[in-house]
């Protein structure tokens, strides 16, 4: 029975048109589901990774184009759920077509997984833990894209592959081998989605034999200090000064060091841009001193050569 004659025959029986709303909307198009829980139940069962994207497949230009020249061809449809749950995380403007339950879903899962930006595609494990992360899209043709997230099935083998080594494994050893499978993501997924995994490597290098202990834990406070600055940028309605100031206040009760400071010595070079370009320039200068190989250190390299030409 397809869908339109399934639904058609619900709406003569009487079934609430809430009820079939959530009765379909839990699959989007071509073969999506749209709910992580059950995603992740499905990928458990079926032996799969996850393929998540988030989206805004309304107004979002990158979205739109990914769409029509990947994830719509031929090539995906057959070849990506051979090893993957496709789940489909949207937000767009015209929210009719989405359940309650659906944007706050996508509220949620945006800040567990630190989206900066859509399209956002992770690779993850049944459960919901990423091995793989790509922002945007480059233009790549649709075998291209398939054939290297493809690839990167090699990389949840190598994060596997640590992970069991660490069962059999204990102490500060362990602790080694689950730090070297977390290697395999960048710090900031690794602090939001293996939480538990980051606990038992400071635990199990409780003295810092192994310098886990004191990179994990710098981890989590560079973190918590960036999420503490956003919520500062966020909130602050004030003028300019006002928002220095708060900044100011946040670097003095947080000590931060390393990215997370340089990040907030960035944020007040930009803010300063307009009105005062020569010191603008000085905080950038500074700001690209705490960690010069950082991608904030290398945006401020494009920025200082664009914007701050010598005479």
Request: hydrophobic share 40%; charged share 30%.
């Given at each position: 029975?397809?869908?339109?004659?399934?639904?058609?025959?619900?709406?003569?029986?009487?079934?609430?048109?809430?009820?079939?709303?959530?009765?379909?909307?839990?699959?989007?198009?071509?073969?999506?589901?749209?709910?992580?829980?059950?995603?992740?139940?499905?990928?458990?069962?079926?032996?799969?990774?996850?393929?998540?994207?988030?989206?805004?497949?309304?107004?979002?230009?990158?979205?739109?184009?990914?769409?029509?020249?990947?994830?719509?061809?031929?090539?995906?449809k057959t070849e990506m759920p051979k090893d993957f749950v496709l789940l489909k995380l949207d937000s767009p403007r015209d929210k009719?077509?989405?359940?309650?339950?659906?944007?706050?879903?996508?509220?949620?899962?945006s800040a567990k997984y630190g989206i900066q930006g859509v399209p956002t595609i992770f690779l993850a494990d049944a459960k919901g833990?990423?091995?793989?992360?790509?922002?945007?899209?480059?233009?790549?043709?649709?075998?291209?894209?398939?054939?290297?997230?493809?690839?990167?099935?090699?990389?949840?083998?190598?994060?596997?592959?640590?992970?069991?080594?660490?069962?059999?494994?204990?102490?500060?050893?362990?602790?080694?081998?689950?730090?070297?499978?977390?290697?395999?993501?960048?710090?900031?997924?690794?602090?939001?989605?293996y939480a538990d995994v980051v606990s038992e490597i400071i635990k199990l290098d409780a003295d810092n034999q192994a310098g886990l202990?004191?990179?994990?834990?710098?981890?989590?406070?560079?973190?918590?200090?960036?999420?503490?600055?956003?919520?500062?940028?966020?909130?602050?309605?004030?003028?300019?000064?006002?928002?220095?100031?708060?900044?100011?206040?946040?670097?003095?009760?947080?000590?931060?060091?390393?990215?997370?400071?340089?990040?907030?010595?960035?944020?007040?070079?930009?803010?300063?841009?307009?009105?005062?370009?020569?010191?603008?320039?000085?905080?950038?200068?500074?700001?690209?001193?705490?960690?010069?190989?950082?991608?904030?250190?290398?945006?401020?390299?494009?920025?200082?050569?664009?914007?701050?030409?010598?005479?």
């Amino acid at each position: 029975m397809n869908s339109l004659r399934f639904i058609t025959r619900n709406v003569l029986l009487g079934v609430g048109t809430a009820a079939i709303l959530s009765l379909t909307s839990a699959q989007a198009a071509d073969g999506w589901l749209v709910d992580f829980e059950k995603a992740k139940a499905q990928a458990a069962k079926e032996g799969k990774s996850i393929l998540m994207e988030f989206t805004g497949s309304d107004w979002c230009p990158p979205c739109k184009a990914l769409a029509k020249n990947v994830l719509t061809q031929d090539v995906f449809k057959t070849e990506m759920p051979k090893d993957f749950v496709l789940l489909k995380l949207d937000s767009p403007r015209d929210k009719s077509k989405q359940t309650p339950k659906e944007i706050e879903q996508y509220k949620t899962l945006s800040a567990k997984y630190g989206i900066q930006g859509v399209p956002t595609i992770f690779l993850a494990d049944a459960k919901g833990r990423p091995y793989y992360q790509t922002v945007g899209y480059s233009g790549d043709p649709a075998d291209k894209y398939v054939a290297n997230l493809k690839e990167q099935l090699g990389t949840l083998a190598k994060r596997d592959a640590s992970f069991a080594k660490a069962g059999n494994a204990s102490g500060v050893e362990k602790a080694k081998h689950l730090a070297e499978g977390l290697s395999l993501v960048d710090d900031e997924t690794a602090l939001n989605t293996y939480a538990d995994v980051v606990s038992e490597i400071i635990k199990l290098d409780a003295d810092n034999q192994a310098g886990l202990k004191a990179k994990f834990e710098g981890l989590k406070n560079s973190v918590g200090f960036k999420a503490a600055l956003e919520a500062t940028m966020r909130s602050s309605r004030g003028a300019p000064e006002d928002t220095l100031a708060a900044i100011d206040k946040l670097i003095a009760e947080k000590k931060p060091s390393g990215e997370a400071l340089q990040e907030a010595i960035f944020m007040k070079g930009a803010i300063l841009f307009q009105s005062d370009k020569a010191k603008a320039k000085t905080l950038l200068l500074e700001a690209k001193k705490h960690a010069p190989d950082s991608e904030t250190g290398k945006r401020i390299d494009g920025i200082l050569t664009q914007f701050f030409k010598e005479e």
